[in-house]
């Protein structure tokens, strides 16, 4: 795993709302392809989940409930 990987898991540890993929470009100041292969890797490892927030058209992601388990 690289050191984007790790800060990404670690922004999801923390926060306690959903992330859109525009924030995380913004909090760690990564390129959006960057953001975009990091969550595509934390989706398929089944530590994240997309979640639909109302009122917005952008995909959210949060920590799996269980990330643990």
């Keep these: 795993m690289n050191k984007t990987y790790g800060r990404l ?3 999801f540890m923390v926060s ?3 992330i859109s993929m525009s924030q995380i470009i913004d909090i760690l100041k990564i390129s959006k392809s960057t953001a975009s292969t990091e ?3 934390l989706l ?3 530590y994240i989940e997309k979640v639909l927030v109302e ?3 952008a995909d959210f992601y949060r920590l799996v409930k269980d990330v643990w388990a």
């Design 9 to 11: 898991f670690g922004l």
């Design 55 to 57: 009122q917005e058209r």
């Design 16 to 18: 306690a709302e959903p």
């Design 39 to 41: 969550l595509r890797r």
């Design 44 to 46: 398929q490892m089944g």
